[in-house]
């Protein structure tokens, strides 16, 4: 009886160990966080990229996981605040004790998060976030996947003659994503010979535009380039018509999503442009038209909304992109991962990914380079411009 008691004892001991040993359950998966906005303003997209990772993880999965075990995605919700998004990177990097992250979708968000990278040393690949100022300012944990503002704005360059763009204005939400998309197209715009007339800005949470597109309309110009989240950009597209605003409008920021806007929108939404990163329409005609067509086909075979295809691709890329990391990095560790992104090579539903230095020597950022389409609504259609894509 002595004996058994003792073995029990020994038994409970190690259990109670095992519990109040932050990770000691996890040992037989992988963690990856994500931080995303999937309630508040721009919650939409967040949702939407999220279910994209989710498409990563369960094709991982159902391949046998990574390093012999399978992965766990832990989904903190930023709930579309910068401060919230700072709570949601150290809940996950302390409780949680993931050595990856993914996020944070907004410019914003992703800027208030980045200290808390370099404090605890964990990387985040981000899928979304523009602001030249992520990659630039010396944070050696950041691999960003997107473009950024000025990649977009030079990408862009190319279809200024054919848009014959003489005056532009400029209706941007007031942070670092509109900001800089603001700053980087004018400046584009301004060296191919456009005038540049006025900027306007919005609360991301604002509801009612009516005066600055009034400022706009009175500016005169033929083109309005907007920034912000798809529902906002359905209420600019509204009033925008109601007030007889004459400009061209497009979107900048690959986030809006053309047949959100078209279930919406309505008859506000035709004629407008939309610069995008993935084109899901046209899946067949992307760089990796396999790894295209097969997310488009698992999106759809789950009963996804189709509109969330734009945002949703950049989730699963963001996860591929971690998973082909710490496959080279033969373990599931911070500095390890880190390490390995340098030189991943990643068939991506929006094409190749890989990275390139930016930021000051020796604290450098990376940054892949992505593909950039351009797409209008035309007869309450996606259908690709008559000069091309």
């Known amino acids: 009886m002595h004996n058994w008691l003792k073995t029990l004892t020994i038994a409970l001991a ?51 996981g990574l390093l012999g075990k399978q992965v766990e995605l832990v989904i903190e919700d930023n709930k579309s605040n910068p401060k919230e998004a700072v709570a949601a ?27 808390k990278l370099m404090e605890y040393g964990v990387p985040m ?11 630039t300012s010396g944070n050696p944990w950041i691999f960003r996947i ?34 800089g998309a603001g700053d980087k197209f004018s400046a584009m715009l301004k060296q191919h010979g456009a005038e540049v007339g006025v900027r306007e800005t919005m609360d991301a949470a604002a509801t009612d535009l ?6 706009i309309k009175n500016a005169g110009g033929d083109t309005l380039f907007l920034t912000t989240g798809v529902e906002q950009i359905t209420l600019v597209l509204k009033q925008a018509t109601a007030l007889r605003v004459p400009h061209r409008i497009i979107t ?34 992307a760089p990796n038209p ?32 971690i998973a ?12 390890a991962i880190r390490d390995a992104l340098w030189g991943v090579e990643v068939d991506g539903v929006n094409g190749d990914i890989s990275f390139i230095k930016q930021g000051p020597a020796g604290k450098e950022s990376a940054q892949n380079i992505p593909n950039v389409y351009v797409v209008t609504v035309k007869d309450g259609k996606v259908a690709l411009p008559d000069f091309g894509s």
């Not at 950024?148 to 848009?163: C, G, L, Q, W, Y």
């Not at 009516?210 to 400022?215: C, E, P, R």
């Open 146 to 179: 997107s473009p950024t503002s000025e990649m977009e704005a030079k990408a862009f360059e190319r279809f200024v003659d054919d848009f014959g763009i003489e005056k532009a204005n400029f209706l941007v939400v007031n942070n670092d994503w509109g900001l």
């Open 14 to 64: 190690g259990a109670a160990w095992l519990a109040a040993v932050p990770g000691a359950h996890s040992a037989e998966v992988i963690k990856i966080g994500v931080n995303q906005p999937l309630t508040g303003a721009v919650a939409a997209s967040g949702n939407y990229v999220a279910q994209g990772a989710r498409i990563a993880a369960d094709e991982l999965n159902a391949s046998g």
């Open 210 to 215: 009516s005066a600055q597109l009034a400022k």
């Open 252 to 285: 900048t920021g690959g986030s809006s999503s053309p047949d959100q806007l078209i279930e919406q929108a309505g008859s506000a939404a035709e004629g407008t442009y939309h610069i995008l990163f993935f084109a899901p329409w046209f899946p067949e005609s």
């Open 89 to 115: 990177a150290e809940k996950l990097i302390v409780r949680d004790e993931v050595p990856v992250m993914m996020g944070a979708w907004s410019s914003t968000y992703t800027l208030a998060v980045m200290p």
């Open 290 to 321: 396999d790894v295209a067509t097969r997310f488009v086909n698992e999106w759809n075979e789950r009963d996804y909304n189709f509109a969330g295809l734009t945002e949703g691709f950049r989730g699963y890329d963001g996860i591929m992109t």
């Open 324 to 335: 082909a990391a710490i496959r080279a990095a033969g373990k599931a560790e911070p500095e």
């Open 125 to 135: 690949v981000v899928e979304t976030s523009s602001s030249g100022k992520i990659t």
